[in-house]
């Protein structure tokens, strides 16, 4: 077990409004990753962090936004969720270097926008 | 674009047979890895490979890293129920960021 936690697990939310999902680490590690699932396309990177207010955008950024204030939180803004918003997400953290570093993934946030 | 393909995406086996997963780029990563997942769960790294040509073992799993760093892949032998999952691969390159396979779901029928 890794020490990640992700909230809430499961949401319901209407299109156009905004959904922050958190992502809580107790391992002290510099990386964290937002990434999400869908059928057909694995995983994607939204978004990561490489430390406290240090962010960079992945390869399906639009529409959301993070923040990292303390080395421990990640989060992930959903600005004005849409239907197509609807997806498994999950967070990673990882030690970093230079390439072979382990990703320990949270157990995931399922959410549908109706 | 899909930057890794993996190949098959769905497979389902009897018990005891053995079968190969693929994973292609025509991208050079510095690391990659490989995960397992369950369903209602994150993946859990298997592997990570490194140097061009490796092979690691893990118990009846075989992963290799291609000599130019581009492929991999994951054999298993005499598969059993267990080995049920969603396979992933995962590119890494300089800078921490990981590009994920789509994925190969393996079903081993008893």
């Known amino acids: 077990d890794a020490g990640i936690t992700q909230s809430p697990r499961h949401k319901v939310t209407e299109t156009g409004t905004p959904v922050t999902l958190r992502c809580h680490q107790t391992?002290?590690?510099?990386?964290m990753y937002w990434y999400r699932q869908d059928p057909g396309h694995g995983l994607r990177l939204i978004h990561y962090?490489?430390?406290?207010?240090?962010?960079d955008k992945g390869e399906v950024s639009d529409g959301y936004s993070v923040s990292r204030s303390k080395t421990e939180d990640f989060l992930l803004t959903l600005e004005s969720a849409t239907s197509s918003q609807t997806s498994v997400y999950f967070c990673?953290?990882?030690?970093?270097?230079?390439?072979?570093?382990?990703?320990?993934f949270g157990p995931g946030t399922r959410l549908l926008v109706l | 674009t899909q930057l890794l393909e993996q190949s098959p995406q769905f497979l389902s086996i009897q018990e005891g047979e053995n079968l190969t997963v693929y994973c292609n780029s025509s991208?050079?990563?510095?690391?990659l890895q490989w995960y397992r997942q369950e369903p209602g769960e994150g993946p859990v790294l298997l592997v990570t490979?490194?140097?061009?040509?490796e092979v690691k073992k893990l118990k009846r799993l075989t992963f290799q890293f291609g000599d130019a760093r581009k492929d991999s892949s994951l054999h298993i032998t005499a598969a059993q129920p267990g080995d049920t999952g969603l396979y992933l691969c995962?590119?890494?390159?300089?800078?921490?960021?990981?590009?994920f396979g789509t994925g190969t779901s393996l079903t081993v029928i008893p």
């Open positions: 990673a953290i990882s030690h970093g270097g230079a390439g072979g570093e382990t990703q320990y």
């Open positions: 391992e002290n590690h510099r990386y």
């Open positions: 962090s490489y430390g406290v207010k240090d962010t």
């Open positions: 991208s050079v990563f510095s690391s």
């Open positions: 490979v490194v140097t061009g040509g």
């Open positions: 995962a590119g890494c390159f300089t800078g921490n960021q990981f590009y």
